[in-house]
């Protein structure tokens, strides 16, 4: 990397930083107090070979003679990000996955989880001991929220400053080497969660010494925005871009997840999104590498497939319409996003099953303005659905799961539907057995922040009916509270309980079933071939035609309460059915029929 600290092969460590407003720069060496001064070259750069230095060394930055900063680019940080860099030998770990070349994409089954909670440990090593179970469960790739260093003991991780160093509460950068290890050893695909929209409040010193890295021309919800396209702008992008490649390379992950690239602003051609993608897979083209997008404005031309089908820029996109509308069916809430699903739910329902997105160009009343790009013509795969994730729980006041909201049979018609259908489907920790643990938002910040992020959490939620006065807004959890954070602890004890346990062999059902008749017939599918129908303005039927031909029919009918279902054409043999599926006479309340038919020609 043109950043950081590198090893020489003779010894010693060479030290680079761009800082391009600093009149003085020197590296620091906190052990013994050694001063180096760096070298100023061309374009803002400083670089310094040390002879001393090797792996293991603490290091800083001294700007100007003020006090000591982490390296941007630092890959270990042992303290915290207050505390001194650390030199890693990126070449120091052993592996023994060779022979790994991942998973295709239409394999994907994605399981989101939360280092710090997932486990009683809290740790990478902790993480490996439940891989077993996920291989168990049907899940074919671990999604990692994300791991550069924050601060504080806790956090979601999305207030990251130091974006190569993972989090050193979850453990060594070898240790995260480990778990990826384990995870291929056992045919699991690993994606790190990645955040290049914004770096967090605590700890980030770049405006110090290279105010460039930020825009005068674009703000974000976090503040100026990440300089993607303004002068100066080059070492920006490949800080990025050398990023995303880290932990594809160093760390041999599959695939990231880019989150809420709708706050990153940037006018140029080829934007930093399509530059990254390239960038990414043109150095591993022997592996499958896939990038996956959070993006709330639904651009469809980041999802562009090639004529046989491969992804041009990016694999997939989060599908939050999925979650919105099953979320207002089978909760019946209709407040903030929901507002926009809630007067023909579904209808909605069926172009989000058809076509990926609910909204492609029409107006959002929530945001109150267009929202979209056509996406019929992209296949299932693009898209990833999903019940929960990290978003869509903790960004509620109280945090709670979708499990403590809609009744049992609303739930599992809603599972059913996410885990049968096409499009890539994604768990949340603890999703499989209807984990009681909420997922609240927490965090760590020190004193100067702390009150700030308390009051904006309860001024977050104060237009909500029920939070609207100063004692129901008392009842929202205290991030910066460690019970908070304890709170969203997984309890794998459950797992003894019957009521759990048949949570987990149901979804374990279902996924046997994807595994086995769905997934084989995705690959290659490079277009969309989908049909819906709403019948009588109730029961929403999708057919899709698959690579092979065959033809995979959903029929759903949520609600409350029996209906008609005389006008339906069955077609294929019943994969999966809530109820007995030997006519649809009447349907009964929440019901999902998932069938299967062969193409013509075949027996």
Request: aromatic share 10%.
């Given at each position: ?27 620091r060496l906190p052990s013994d107090g050694h001063v180096e001064p760096m070298i100023a070259l061309d ?136 778990f990826v290890q384990a995870a291929h050893e056992r045919g699991l ?415």
């Open positions: 990397m043109p950043f950081g600290a590198a090893l020489g092969a003779d010894g010693g460590v060479t030290f680079r930083l761009w800082a391009p407003a600093a009149r003085r720069v020197d590296v374009d803002g750069w400083y670089a310094v070979r040390v002879a001393g230095a090797a792996a293991g060394t603490c290091y800083q930055f001294v700007i100007d003679g003020e006090p000591g900063v982490p390296d941007p680019a630092s890959r270990s940080q042992p303290e915290g990000v207050h505390g001194p860099s650390e030199v890693v030998d990126p070449a120091g770990f052993e592996w023994r996955d060779a022979d790994w070349r991942g998973r295709p994409w239409h394999e994907a089954v994605l399981y989101e989880l939360h280092v710090g909670t997932f486990t009683r440990g809290g740790t990478f090593a902790a993480a490996v001991g439940q891989l077993d179970h996920l291989v168990g469960l049907g899940v074919t790739a671990v999604e990692l929220m994300p791991l550069a260093e924050f601060p504080g003991a806790r956090g979601w991780g999305y207030d990251g400053v130091l974006a190569f160093a993972p989090f050193h509460g979850y453990g060594r950068p070898d240790d995260l080497k480990a695909m690993v994606l790190v969660d990645v955040v290049y929209n914004h770096f967090g409040p605590e700890g980030n010193h770049l405006h110090r010494y290279a105010p460039q890295f930020f825009s005068e021309r674009h703000d974000t919800p976090w503040g100026p925005a990440i300089n993607f396209d303004g002068p100066h702008s080059r070492p920006v992008r490949d800080f990025v871009i050398h990023n995303a490649r880290y932990w594809i390379e160093e760390f041999h992950a599959d695939g990231l997840r880019l989150d809420a690239v709708h706050a990153i602003c940037d006018d140029s051609r080829p934007d930093i999104l399509t530059e990254l993608a390239k960038a990414v897979r043109r150095p591993v083209p022997d592996r499958h590498v896939h990038l996956v997008l959070e993006n709330d404005h639904n651009a469809a031309r980041y999802l562009e497939r090639d004529p046989a089908g491969r992804p041009c820029s990016y694999d997939a996109q989060w599908n939050d319409d999925v979650h919105h509308v099953l979320h207002v069916l089978t909760t019946c809430e209709r407040s903030g996003y929901y507002a926009d699903y809630a007067g023909a739910p579904r209808r909605h329902l069926g172009r989000v099953l058809a076509e990926g997105f609910a909204q492609q160009g029409e107006f959002s009343a929530h945001r109150g303005r267009p929202r979209g790009e056509p996406s019929a013509h992209l296949p299932p795969t693009a898209f990833v659905s999903f019940l929960q994730n990290h978003d869509q729980i903790g960004n509620r006041p109280m945090g709670e799961r979708i499990g403590a909201l809609a009744p049992p049979g609303a739930l599992r018609a809603a599972t059913a539907i996410v885990l049968l259908a096409p499009s890539p489907p994604l768990l949340f920790m603890g999703e499989e057995w209807n984990a009681p643990e909420p997922f609240p938002f927490f965090c760590d910040f020190g004193p100067d922040l702390a009150d700030a992020v308390r009051e904006g959490r309860r001024r977050e939620f104060a237009h909500f009916p029920e939070f609207a006065d100063a004692g129901a807004q008392a009842r929202i959890p205290d991030p910066l509270a460690l019970a908070t954070f304890e709170s969203a602890r997984l309890d794998w004890s459950l797992l003894s309980d019957p009521a759990h346990a048949a949570w987990l062999e149901f979804h374990r059902s279902l996924l046997a079933i994807r595994r086995r008749e769905i997934v084989p017939r995705l690959g290659g599918l490079a277009r969309a071939r989908a049909e819906r129908v709403l019948h009588d303005g109730k029961v929403v039927e999708v057919r899709w035609r698959l690579a092979d031909g065959a033809t995979l029919q959903l029929v759903a009918w949520l609600g409350a309460e029996p209906v008609d279902g005389r006008a339906i054409r069955l077609v294929g043999d019943v994969l999966y059915a809530t109820a007995p599926a030997t006519g649809l006479e009447q349907l009964p309340p929440w019901f999902v029929r998932c069938s299967l038919e062969a193409p013509r020609g075949t027996a």
